[in-house]
């Protein structure tokens, strides 16, 4: 049941980043608001391929809240419909994530049977989240506070999981290298500093979106040229800290299991700077946006994971 767990659990992990970088095509795509209401869209469970298919006064039925602006596009309704399935999937994997986590291990490990229930208890809160950015029409704030709880998620799944390998880690344990370590926190602060940095670089997008319409595309960027270049600035200071870091794991002899990951850390850095750039060169477009944010998750969880086998006592 143990080896079913890891399995499954690491399947989990895997849907979050998923859902995380579907979430990016939903923005990337302004299919925010393709459903106007939730848990149902356009008052269906199964939303319609055609505006057919809705009431000839969906406009005023729908579009109470959002001042009558509701109109149907079917193709940003189902991708927002299809964020919504896949939300509902993670969830379902995570509560059998916690199911297994409690047949293998709530007499050996009950640590892990504990995080796993949290892990359930804030996808719950973190469906409940997403409806009110519905019923806030995007609000700006909650938008952020809901990719903060979806991380915060994200790295209790990997602690889960690795916590259930710590035995493992144990019996071949790098040396402990605790500047690095500090150094590896920094790092993790400044990557989750610039996923919430880029959030509010997008929200600038969307007000100057409104104003100006998708025909001035590549006028987007200079009302947030500052951000942005703050943004890449911090993004080369990453870099240069994740080059430090990894030169010094090297120096201490640490296993090659870490120095994979860590290689793996900087490839996605430079994924993401050189997304960053295109983003910043080309006016935003929509297909690079979810490929920058979904690197920007996957750096998060592979310097959580670094850390964990660096300090495999942290739990």
């Known amino acids: 049941m143990a080896k079913l767990f890891r399995r499954f659990g690491i399947l989990t992990i895997i849907t979050v980043i ?9 923005r990337a795509t302004g299919s925010g608001m393709g459903c106007p209401d939730w848990p149902k869209c356009f008052g269906m469970w199964v939303p319609p391929t055609h505006v057919d298919q809705l009431p000839q ?32 999937l993670t969830g379902f994997f995570i509560f059998l994530t916690f199911i297994f986590s409690f047949i293998a291990y709530r007499f050996s490990q009950p640590k892990i049977v504990i995080l796993s229930f949290v892990s359930f208890l804030l996808v719950a809160f973190e469906g409940w989240l997403g409806s009110k950015v519905v019923s806030s029409e995007l609000h700006p704030v909650l938008i952020t506070v809901h990719m903060l709880v979806s991380l915060l998620l994200l790295g209790i799944l990997i602690m889960v999981i690795l916590k259930s390998y710590q035995i493992q880690f144990n019996r071949k344990k790098p040396e402990k290298l605790s500047a690095i370590s500090f150094l590896l ?4 602060i400044l990557s989750i500093g610039q996923i919430i940095f880029g959030t509010q670089i997008r929200e600038g997008i969307d007000l100057i979106q409104k104003a100006l319409g998708y025909e001035l595309r590549n006028e987007w960027i200079q009302s947030v ?4 270049v703050f943004h890449a600035i911090l993004a080369f200071v990453l ?10 794991i090297r120096k201490k002899d640490a296993t090659d299991f870490v120095n994979k990951w860590i290689r793996f850390i900087t490839f996605s850095i430079l994924v993401s700077i050189c997304s960053g750039g295109v983003l910043s060169l080309l006016g935003f477009p929509a297909f690079v946006q979810p490929i920058h944010l979904g690197f920007s998750v996957i750096i998060v969880s592979l310097q959580f994971v670094v850390y964990f086998l660096l300090e495999p006592d942290l739990i």
Request: charged fraction near 15%; avoid cysteine.
């Open 225 to 228: 040229k500052g951000k942005v």
């Open 185 to 188: 926190i920094i790092s993790l």
């Open 18 to 26: 998923v859902l995380i970088f579907v979430g990016g095509i939903v």
């Open 239 to 248: 870099l240069g800290l994740q080059l430090f870091i990894a030169k010094n």
């Open 57 to 88: 006064n969906y406009q005023q039925v729908f579009g109470a809240k959002l001042k009558g602006e509701v109109v149907f596009n079917a193709v940003k309704t189902w991708i927002e419909y299809v964020n919504r399935l896949l939300g509902v």
